[in-house]
């Protein structure tokens, strides 16, 4: 009853910041040195002056509170207008986790289970065949049968034996582009299912299961989401999950009013930034999410603002609930932040993200358990139940140098820790 | 404090029906969202509008509350009976943990040890032998010498090397069907269980005791251990011993005649029809009717979806239930410990396949998780961590199941809102 007030008051009030935002809270209230996380706008200031990035905004939430939240320098160097904490950005890969969450709430209505066969739902994918040769001469290949089916388990954690169109191997970018499967990365024209149904057809890397590979599976996931739904992969992103977290400037492709706030796409070479101007990836046009394109990949094509992917992972901290709202249960979560990837592979990935488990531990300075991932335009997240720990750094960089910029990060927010 | 004078209560009227059910409760008190356990009927209604069963009773408990129990559908699309929730269904091989309860009662009493040879209760098994080769032309075999015998452990794990009579391997089903060993549910006509077992210790064991996981009548075997070491039937010791003290008052080897018109019909799946399975010579498919006298501890017992949730209750609350205790804290916890090692995959305690850390990633139970089910589409599982038991019952033979029990585990899961 309580429950049903509140989320009528939600309904009835639903643009108050209060009820759909991460709240802000100060450092000191929830374990964190500001005097210490002051360490994170040397790294960030050390790498504008070294013409590395030209900005970055920065988010950290501590407790379902925003204890950081920060914007540096600029959005367009040539024009000088500084960067803004809801600037939008291309979350590409990040897109994954996403997609992994609407199969999921799929999975909790019953709609499949882990290790059905893809090809019960999309026919296309049976009897997948494994790419035994390529001739380079005119690209035609032998293949051998694949000894089983493809499984959504394998397909939700990169073992399917899909590989990546453009950014994958240079025998898969062939196969994939002679066939017209796109990578996803700013694709706009076309549709999925046109072009997930091709995939079908094409040869695996690898046999099921067989090896970790990243690649279109999370494409052909938001395929799925679409058949079991009935809805586009849009609509069920926007009604099921953008909405019901207020996540309100995520989109494939973004609405007129909020193009001015997209950032353009930098790079940057021998100490200086350039603006990217000409086509990228599939060719295709680096102000992608200001066109009116009608393809939505699962694996690559969101973009949003970094206080919105905040929400996203603040709903698996807090077990599937995010105010007021469930989307998953607690069990799900779980299963979802279990590794599924077993020896001789030796990744640690769940199902939609890679984990820190008792096995990787040792590397990173974050907790068992927690999961993280980011995006090919330089942004990248983690979230970390035990600390109850959200870091996000955004920015808008394009096949430049890191210079250890989102691991660094990682640590001085962990330094910060104090209780 | 309530609890110690539910048990006092229940002491001075030990026939009250409260002292000896699982009591009802809410879902919204116990963590579980009414809302979100819609998806389950949504799921079983699909199944039944597909055909692919007549119906279903499902219980889930939590915190020893009973939150949900339905009947869906007909027992008998014929006479258009629909299914109750005290529907009696023949449970297979859900004998098998009962069976083991029995068998580590005994443990408990010190008349064993897990690592005994079977052999020192049960002569017949000294000196076991392994198949080498089968010659189908005559059905003869070769054997070689075992090169160890097999323990009261491995019987209780399925890795002794024993196979299945009617369901095993190829070989291993020849090989019983000639010395007339059964799979102990509706073909054992007026036999009894001390001298199938006795057959069964001459014969050839399908691997080397302990090195591989086979499923087979070890369970049957360990009815007849309880026998040996009980001195009563099997059926008496699981009367007298298990379903009184628990009130499991609906689960026999052989059913009383006023309860015979609550055995469920079973249903094969044939064309696209839901057709009534026809019994032949090898088969009564309506056997838990007969008047039997063979105990079949891997298969033999049928009962409510109800009993069944008490007995799991039993482990849950660590071998005591209503005020009785038949087996401790730590007997539990070795039964649901795996105890098969690598190169052997499986995850099995003593009577029970388990989540552990190796399987834990593969569902949504939590680890710890203890679960099996029947060749008659029973299914079961219990989680310790969660205190939830979950249950689903039809009445099918050689049917595919669609999912239906795995999903049946997530949308459980998935209504868990604590």
């Not at chain 1, 493809?150 to 970018?173: E, V």
Request: include cysteine; charge should be positive; proline fraction near 5%.
């Amino acid at each position: 009853m309580k429950k049903s007030i509140l989320i009528l008051v939600i309904l009835l009030t639903g643009f108050i910041a209060h009820s759909q935002t991460l709240i802000p809270g100060k450092p000191a209230e929830n374990g964190m040195s500001p005097e210490r996380l002051a360490r994170i706008d040397a790294l960030i200031n050390d790498q504008m002056n070294k013409k590395l990035i030209p900005g970055a905004v920065v988010l950290i939430a501590r407790n379902g509170k925003i204890v950081f939240h920060k914007a540096y320098g600029y959005h367009d160097v040539e024009k000088q207008t500084l960067l803004k904490k809801d600037d939008i950005f291309r979350n590409a890969s990040q897109s994954k986790a996403i997609t992994s969450l609407a199969v999921m709430m799929l999975f909790e209505e019953g709609k499949f289970l882990l290790d059905d066969p893809i090809s019960a739902y999309i026919p296309e994918f049976k009897s997948p065949k494994v790419l035994a040769n390529l001739n380079w001469t005119d690209t035609t290949y032998t293949t051998i049968p694949a000894k089983s089916e493809i499984t959504i388990r394998q397909l939700l954690t990169h073992t399917s034996g899909i590989g990546y169109a453009n950014i994958g191997t240079q025998d898969f970018n062939a196969i994939y582009a002679k066939a017209g499967v796109p990578s996803g990365i700013g694709t706009d024209r076309g549709l999925l299912a046109d072009k997930m149904k091709i995939l079908g057809g094409l040869p695996l890397k690898h046999q099921p299961g067989e090896a970790y590979t990243y690649g279109l599976n999370l494409d052909v996931l938001g395929y799925l989401v679409e058949i079991l739904s009935g809805m586009s992969f849009d609509q069920f992103l926007q009604t099921r999950i953008f909405k019901p977290l207020g996540m309100n400037d995520s989109y494939f492709f973004l609405p007129k009013e909020k193009h001015g706030r997209l950032v353009p796409i930098y790079k940057s070479s021998n100490g200086a930034l350039q603006k990217v101007t000409t086509l990228i990836f599939d060719k295709v046009d680096p102000n992608y999410p200001t066109l009116n394109g009608t393809y939505f990949s699962g694996g690559a094509g969101l973009n949003g603002t970094i206080e919105d992917y905040a929400k996203f992972l603040q709903l698996f901290i807090n077990k599937g609930e995010y105010n007021g709202v469930r989307l998953l249960s607690r069990k799900t979560v779980e299963l979802m932040l279990t590794n599924q990837i077993q020896p001789p592979i030796t990744n640690q990935y769940g199902l939609g993200f890679g984990l820190e488990t008792e096995k990787n531990d040792y590397q990173n300075i974050y907790s068992p358990g927690s999961f993280s991932w980011g995006g090919a335009f330089a942004t990248q997240y983690w979230a970390d139940p035990r600390e109850k720990l959200v870091g996000l750094i955004y920015t808008n960089m394009i096949s430049s140098p890191g210079a250890g910029r989102d691991g660094k990060f990682k640590v001085l927010t962990y330094q910060a820790i104090i209780d | 404090m309530k609890k110690q004078l539910l048990i006092i209560l229940c002491f001075f009227l030990a026939d009250n029906a409260l002292c000896q059910s699982l009591l009802p409760g809410k879902p919204g008190e116990n963590g579980i969202s009414v809302e979100r356990l819609g998806r389950v009927d949504q799921m079983i209604n699909d199944q039944m509008s597909k055909k692919l069963i007549p119906g279903a009773v499902v219980m889930i408990v939590r915190n020893g509350k009973v939150l949900y129990n339905k009947a869906y559908g007909f027992s008998d699309l014929e006479s258009q009976a629909a299914m109750k929730t005290n529907d009696i269904f023949r449970m297979a091989s859900q004998t098998k943990a009962i069976t083991s309860l029995a068998v580590m009662m005994l443990f408990e009493e010190g008349k064993f040890l897990l690592d005994d040879p079977i052999s020192q209760y049960i002569p017949e098994f000294k000196n076991p032998r392994v198949l080498v080769n089968l010659n189908w032309a005559d059905t003869t075999y070769t054997t070689t010498p075992a090169k160890s015998e097999i323990t009261i452990r491995q019987l209780l794990t399925h890795s002794s090397g024993l196979d299945y009579a009617g369901i095993g391997s190829q070989e291993m089903r020849a090989i019983y069907a000639k010395a007339g060993i059964t799979a102990g549910v509706g073909d054992v006509k007026k036999n009894v269980l001390a001298d199938k077992m006795k057959a069964l210790g001459g014969l050839p064991l399908k691997h080397n005791p302990g090195e591989a996981f086979t499923y087979g009548l070890n369970t049957d075997l360990l009815g007849y251990f309880v026998e040996v070491l009980s001195g009563m039937s099997l059926d008496q010791f699981f009367k007298t011993r298990i379903f009184q003290p628990l009130g499991m008052n609906d689960t026999y080897f052989y059913l009383p005649k006023e309860k015979q018109s609550r055995l469920v019909p079973l249903y094969t799946v044939n064309k696209g029809a839901l057709e009534k399975t026809k019994s032949n010579a090898q088969s009564d498919m309506n056997y838990p009717l007969q008047e039997g006298t063979y105990f079949s501890g891997g298969g033999g017992l049928s009962g409510t979806i109800e009993d069944y949730a008490k007995f799991l209750q039993l482990f849950i609350n660590k071998g005591e239930f209503n005020g009785v205790r038949l087996l401790s804290r730590k007997t539990v916890e070795l039964m649901l410990t795996n105890q098969l090692q690598p190169p052997i995959t499986n995850q099995w305690g003593l009577g029970f396949e388990l989540e552990t850390v190796n399987s834990d990633y593969r569902r949504i139970a939590s680890m710890g998780t203890f679960s099996w089910g029947g060749a008659f589409a029973t299914d079961y599982w219990a989680d310790p961590k969660e205190k939830l038991i979950g249950l689903i019952y039809t009445n099918m033979y050689g049917a595919p199941n669609r999912g239906r029990s795995a999903k049946f585990q997530v949308l459980t899961y998935q209504a868990i809102v604590d």
